[in-house]
């Protein structure tokens, strides 16, 4: 009877064979790249798309050892958070699964965070509570978001903690006027005296020059103290101005936010100032306010509301108050046009028509449209302003077309961008031709590892830099590859900068620090080409 069984068993197997297994799985360790011990408690996550696209995951156990069982076949990047720890830079990795197999070679490093700690005084050696500390990379932009941010307490003290290792700036930044809001304050010492305390953003050790700033290098696991800074007092002035919307005895909406902001700088010691109308006056008043050139602007109404309005003015700011400063808001235009298919070719599809400040710092767009099936666009409500114009596809695929020119009116668009102002706004034609340049790129860190999730950017040598729509973009694959399609012909520089790196496009001095990773490249029409890059350091 027991062999009986023995040979039905082995019958029905040969029935029902086993299938082949359909995923795989992959096995490593997560290490201290400074000791070289396992690092517990690790997430790792498997993820084929972007950040935020969900993923695989897991955790690392007290060796430092993790598995990822049943993956579906495919080429995946691998993520990693810890808290106190950080990537080695150079370390992302890719891993590729197959089916039955077990990827078993995955070793991933992180080092230690550091933390910057200090004090910050007045001018009269007191400590200072609120003072806003931030940790820059030292090739940090304006617009990147600070490595580190602190906020001092009531002795004045801070620390600034998960930084990774690198090189940084410390700035400080005060502004007493904050706990005060809407508070008319008088002015100290003499009755005739308008001068008032102003404190404006000092780098470590002490200065109000960012290119003077101090350089410091931070090391894994480092506790870094001392970094104490003393603020520095200066004359501030008033800047004093009315909002007025329509005749001049209709009152003013209420709660309308009215900015100060300085521009032309890439690190301003001066500071923003907002104020919020709060009477029918539509007044509005800025104290100490350092010297330099500023935008004053207001913006009346919703961004999608009918009765949108703004208005925006540039000033000179000196020693001396500013009175009689008078915003009145525009009305928007509605902007239309059309984009011209290459001869013998029908409009892309998922086409879209994006308006975009000229000024360098500056958000506020104009809008958006998308291109019908004719190529005819309406842009509803625009603010006055100066615009770039951008053309950009919601499906993401492939197409060689490329702009030839953007005209409006008898105004070469391309060169001198989109100027909306309170007279008629001239149509604007989009013109494609086909037979655009290629580049098929390939990012890698130091060690020759592909770099995910990096942005290419396809920049114009001069003169052409300032044509906002012939830049080039696309974004890394798992792989570290990916490609830009319709490249008008011309000289360009390529840059590979990683994920979460911010370069102010507007500004033709952002790229020059990074013009040793980039690569220079001259496309005729319908010329491709492979590029290689280094991805650009993130510090």
Not at 5 to 17: F, G, I, K, N, R
Not at 30 to 57: C, F, H, N
Not at 361 to 375: K, M, R
Not at 410 to 431: M, N, S
């Amino acid at each position: 009877m027991r062999i009986w069984l023995l040979t039905a068993v082995a019958l029905a197997a040969q029935e029902h064979p086993a299938e082949p297994p359909k995923t795989g799985t992959v096995t490593g360790i997560v290490i201290d790249d400074k000791s070289g011990d396992g690092v517990p408690k690790a997430v790792i996550i498997l993820r084929q798309g972007q950040q935020g696209d969900g993923g695989i995951g897991t955790t690392t156990g007290l060796d430092g050892k993790f598995a990822l069982r049943e993956v579906n076949p495919g080429t995946y990047a691998l993520a990693i958070d810890r808290d106190g720890y950080v990537a080695a830079r150079g370390n992302s990795q890719t891993v590729t699964v197959q089916a039955g197999q077990t990827s078993s070679d995955v070793k991933l490093k992180l080092l230690r965070t550091a933390a910057i700690s200090g004090r910050i005084l007045d001018p009269d050696g007191d400590p200072v509570s609120g003072v806003s500390v931030n940790v820059s990379a030292a090739r940090a932009r304006k617009d990147a978001r600070p490595t580190g941010y602190a906020t001092t307490n009531d002795r004045g003290e801070y620390r600034a903690f998960q930084i990774a290792p690198g090189e940084y700036r410390l700035s400080v930044t005060y502004n007493p006027r904050g706990r005060l809001e809407g508070v008319h304050m008088q002015p100290t010492g003499k009755a005739d005296s308008t001068a008032g305390e102003a404190y404006p953003t000092l780098y470590y050790p002490g200065t109000m020059d960012a290119r003077q700033a101090a350089v410091v290098k931070v090391e894994p696991g480092a506790d870094l103290q001392g970094f104490d800074l003393q603020l520095v007092r200066m004359h501030g002035v008033r800047v004093r101005g009315r909002v007025i919307t329509g005749a001049a005895t209709t009152p003013a909406p209420l709660f309308q936010m009215v900015t100060l902001t300085p521009v032309g700088q890439r690190d301003p010691p001066a500071q923003s100032h907002d104020f919020l109308i709060r009477d029918r006056k539509g007044e509005f008043e800025f104290q100490d306010v350092l010297p330099g050139t500023y935008r004053v602007q207001v913006q009346v109404g919703g961004f999608n509301e009918p009765n949108r309005t703004s208005a925006r003015q540039t000033l000179e700011i000196g020693v001396s108050d500013v009175e009689g400063i008078v915003l009145t808001p525009g009305q928007p235009r509605n902007l239309s046009g059309r984009v011209i298919p290459p001869e013998g070719r029908k409009v892309p599809p998922g086409l879209m028509v994006v308006l975009g400040s000229r000024e360098a710092g500056d958000t506020q767009g104009g809008g958006f449209a998308q291109v019908g099936a004719d190529g005819a666009f309406t842009m509803p409500q625009v603010a006055p302003n100066d615009y770039d114009l951008l053309l950009g596809s919601t499906t993401g695929g492939e197409d060689d077309a490329y702009i030839q020119a953007i005209r409006m009116g008898d105004t070469d668009a391309l060169a001198e961008g989109v100027h909306v102002g309170e007279g008629p706004v001239a149509p604007i034609e989009i013109i494609l031709k086909g037979n655009g340049g290629t580049a098929e790129c390939v990012v890698t860190d130091d060690s020759s590892d592909p770099v995910p999730g990096a942005t290419v950017l396809l920049v114009p040598d001069q003169p052409r830099q300032r044509q906002a729509a012939l830049f080039g973009e696309c974004r890394t694959r798992p792989d570290g590859t990916c490609k830009v399609t319709g490249i008008t012909p011309g000289e360009y520089h390529v840059y590979a900068f990683p994920d979460g790196m911010q370069i102010e496009r507007r500004d033709p001095d952002a790229f020059k620090p990074f013009e040793k990773y980039s690569e220079g490249l001259k496309f005729a029409e319908g010329e491709r080409k492979e590029v290689s890059l280094k991805a650009a350091p993130a510090e």
